[in-house]
């Protein structure tokens, strides 16, 4: 694909996904908000209830969010309210985690190993809206290469005994995304500032 027609999709996706965002703004009247005191993230398109107020937890300049089944930050429009300083971009990547399944509950590996992307400049479609587009799993879903044995050791300590012997009779392990990170990079009183927020993904297994 020549990166005229790379560029053309993107932009017909762009126009895709702020049509449907205006369509159902007054559907989701409640979008999730985050208070960075200097601004608001505003993110339609994931349904709110009492317990975000326990699930967003900030401390200095990161928070952490904790979604529920179903809410993601991906493909989604961002809305900067309240803003009193200039954004200069908004970045994200993703950390994988490896589980391991039976063929019925799946078990996270994540006291083991974490595979962490690169940082990637999400669009920014007006001056206080941006876009997360619904990144390749192939580019941002991945993990490292690991040995059997090391596997199977890994699965020993951090799952135990029983999950070692399901494995070793059903050897299936699998990558997911667990969380997003974002970084905010803005200007206050002619001082570069950055805010992170990290999202724990939930997996839908």
């Known amino acids: 694909m020549t990166n005229c027609l790379k560029l053309i999709c993107k932009g017909c996706f762009v126009f895709a996904l702020l049509f449907m965002y205006t369509a159902n703004a007054q559907q989701n009247s409640k979008p999730l908000e985050i208070n960075l005191k200097d601004f608001v993230i505003s993110i ?20 952490h969010v904790g ?13 900067i309210k309240n803003c009193r300083v200039k954004i200069i971009k908004i970045a994200l990547k993703f950390e994988s985690d490896l589980f391991i399944s039976d063929e019925g509950k799946p078990f996270s590996l994540k006291d083991w190993k974490h595979y962490k992307t690169d940082w990637e400049e999400i669009d920014k479609v007006k001056p206080h809206q941006f876009v997360v587009f619904n990144f390749e799993d192939g580019k941002h879903k991945n993990f490292y290469d690991i040995d059997e044995n090391e596997l199977k050791a890994a699965i020993k300590k951090y799952a135990g005994e029983s999950w070692y012997k399901n494995y070793l009779s059903i050897p ?6 667990s969380k997003a990170y974002m970084k905010i990079e803005y200007i206050k ?17």
């Open 67 to 79: 979604l529920e089944y179903g809410d993601t930050p991906i493909d989604k429009v961002l809305n």
């Open 44 to 63: 339609p398109g994931i349904s709110i209830d009492k317990h975000y107020a326990l699930s967003i937890k900030h401390r200095k300049n990161k928070t």
């Open 172 to 177: 299936y392990s699998y990558v997911v995304l």
């Open 189 to 205: 009183n002619k001082k570069k500032h950055i805010k992170y927020i990290e999202f724990d993904l939930p997996v839908n297994a």
